[in-house]
């Protein structure tokens, strides 16, 4: 490291747990990391001026009382949410993993369609109603804004989430998201096809098989699958058996990030 790379915030406390992961998958890309607790970030929110990139990672937040993800959200959106919504505006990235998805989501920075932190759409339990820990299928919207997933058509990760469904608020509400290609991301089928919310390609039973979200601007971006999870070929359970690259398919997620904002786009 050099000093100069793309610095990255991984919010910590309270729960979340997937910190030292994502920190890894950023440092692997090119980026630096920088471990941030709540309650550090929430006294000094200038903080975030430091950094380019923000990331809620994964975890059980508050041990997923109330609602997954609901009192970080709160707290986030009551605390944090005009200094996050600056470092959206001046071009800073955000990303939400798994429970960080559920928190952008309910904290209402996802998918913010009108420009304003308020919850336009849920992640609720899944159809299975029980926990999942399986590799999914992902294919990525041809027209979607989003910048951690460009050049990106398919990929694989784990997801582990007992809410993880997506769902929006009508049937308009759907149509404006799909038009305005901010659902980012769908379960697919092992070849490619639509699920079409068959269990267990869509583990979840989220609508349209929606697996993450970003907003207009494509800065910020959210998914309940962990990309940070399949940075290494080793991360994969078939890795002995099938020849794959040395390079796992999540990373690209984030070295997209870290050259977006080396390039001096997200300034």
Request: overall charge negative.
């Given at each position: 490291m050099t000093g100069d790379e793309p610095r990255s915030l991984i919010l910590t406390g309270f729960g979340i747990n997937c910190q030292d992961e994502t920190a890894?998958?950023?440092?692997?890309?090119?980026?630096s990391a920088e471990q941030v607790h709540l309650n550090d970030l929430a006294e000094s929110p200038e903080r975030l001026q430091d950094f380019r990139i923000v990331a809620v990672p994964g975890g059980f937040s508050y041990g997923d009382d109330i609602a997954s993800g609901r009192i970080l959200a709160n707290r986030l959106r009551h605390q944090l949410g005009g200094a996050l919504k600056q470092f959206v505006d001046g071009g800073g990235l955000v990303i939400g993993i798994c429970n960080g998805f559920q928190v952008l989501v309910k904290m209402g920075l996802l998918p913010m369609t009108g420009g304003e932190i308020v919850q336009e759409v849920t992640v609720m339990h899944n159809d299975s109603s029980r926990y999942e820990d399986r590799w999914v299928h992902l294919a990525v919207d041809a027209n979607t804004p989003c910048v951690w997933l460009r050049g990106i058509e398919r990929l694989e990760s784990p997801v582990r989430h007992g809410e993880g469904k997506f769902v929006p608020r009508d049937e308009a509400q759907l149509k404006q998201l799909q038009s305005m290609g901010l659902t980012a991301l769908r379960y697919v089928n092992a070849d490619g096809t639509p699920a079409n919310g068959a269990y267990p390609c869509n583990p979840n039973g989220s609508v349209d098989d929606i697996a993450g979200l970003c907003d207009p601007s494509g800065r910020v971006f959210g998914l309940m699958p962990h990309p940070e999870a399949f940075v290494h070929r080793t991360n994969h359970p078939?890795?002995?058996?099938?020849?794959?690259?040395?390079e796992g398919a999540g990373l690209a997620i984030f070295r997209n990030a870290v050259e977006h904002v080396a390039a001096g786009a997200g300034v």
């Open positions: 890894h998958a950023f440092e692997l890309a090119g980026g078939t890795w002995t058996r099938i020849e794959m690259p040395e």
